[in-house]
């Protein structure tokens, strides 16, 4: 009997599947909750992406899969017999049925990490191990020992054991002092998450455009490496702004995304400083230059309001469509003693 491996990269799951069997059955028959419907190829709910290898596609309405979606790489899971190995991504309907209830969870901090000189990596692990499911762009409220509360944006793919965020010191601020300063692995923490509505679109086929200024590269990493995880072929542009190069971090990391998928475009721009192999200016200046046209893109702009403004204009200005803008906005604090 021919047996095939199957990733299933929505599920981080891998499995057998056997001559006549298809992608879906094989991930229902491992109690794997695969987004499903008639089960006959009629009405499109286990749409998803093939991102490697081929498939046998079994006959089915061409209302549940168009000659373009097929064209696009979309295959309906119930009607797909592996020929080769493979590794899937499911669509699940709309963008929307992904998202969660926020949940009260209990973490303790993992690592640690200097990321730039006011720039912290902060790794939290639930204490039950189960977690909440989140959808890359989502944020958290994050509550460490005797500080205020504070909403810091996931930079991880969810399903990769826990979550992590990258708090920048605010002056005065008592959460990001106490981070700086004090906080250590083992110390206890409260969460609450998901919540947020600027998460990645995975039912998008047009091109993306991400713009990060400082640590709001933390949100554009987890969509960016969800997207390329889950095999979205679309272009992939992304701009990360910071005042001069000691505030940059993660360029080496998006540079080697970048030479590994051709889809994938990173550009860092340092708007006070003019350093070797780095643009000079305003971000969204860089934006404007590169991008005459954004009609059909999806934006996802994380980064404080003055960046996030300046590039909602550059957008707009060159066609996006206000829908397609998702906006991270990451206010300041008022200094607290």
């Not at 959808?135 to 909403?151: C, H, I, K, L, T």
């Not at 004090?182 to 998450?193: H, N, Q, R, S």
């Not at 590169?290 to 590039?311: F, S």
Request: charged share 20%; hydrophobic share 40%.
């Amino acid at each position: 009997m021919t047996v095939k491996r199957i990733d299933i990269r929505s599920a981080r799951a891998s499995l057998d599947v056997h001559a006549a069997q298809t992608i879906l059955d094989a991930a229902l028959a491992a109690n794997l909750p695969y987004p499903h419907g008639c089960r006959s190829g009629r009405c499109g709910g286990c749409k998803s992406r093939l991102i490697e290898g081929e498939v046998e596609s079994l006959q089915h309405s061409p209302f549940a899969l168009t000659d373009e979606e097929k064209a696009g790489g979309l295959i309906l899971a119930c009607r797909a017999l592996p020929v080769t190995d493979v590794a899937v991504a499911w669509l699940g309907g709309n963008d929307e049925d992904a998202l969660q209830s926020p949940r009260r969870l209990n973490g303790v901090v993992t690592h640690l990490e200097d990321l730039t000189h006011d720039i912290k990596l902060v790794r939290i692990d639930t204490v039950d191990g189960a977690g909440s499911r989140f959808v890359a762009g989502q944020y958290a409220e994050v509550s460490f020992d005797g500080v205020p509360a504070r909403s810091y944006s996931m930079a991880n793919r969810h399903g990769d054991g826990g979550v992590e965020f990258h708090i920048r010191h605010v002056p005065g601020g008592a959460a990001s002092r106490h981070v700086h300063r004090a906080l250590k692995a083992g110390d206890k923490v409260a969460l609450e998450y998901p919540m947020g509505s600027s998460y990645l679109r995975e039912n998008h086929s047009g091109p993306i455009l991400c713009i990060a200024g400082g640590s709001g590269l933390a949100p554009i990493k987890s969509i960016v490496e969800t997207a390329l995880a889950h095999g979205m072929k679309q272009p992939i542009h992304v701009y990360f702004g910071a005042r001069s190069e000691r505030d940059l971090y993660l360029v080496n990391h998006f540079r080697a995304l970048a030479e590994w998928h051709a889809n994938l475009y990173f550009q860092a721009v340092l708007s006070e400083a003019d350093s070797a192999g780095y643009r000079h200016g305003f971000v969204t200046e860089a934006v404007a230059e590169d991008l005459p046209d954004l009609d059909g893109w999806k934006a996802y702009v994380a980064g404080p309001p003055p960046m996030v403004d300046a590039a909602m204009d550059v957008a707009f200005a060159r066609g996006l469509n206000r829908c397609d803008m998702h906006a991270d906005v990451f206010f300041t604090p008022e200094p607290m003693d």
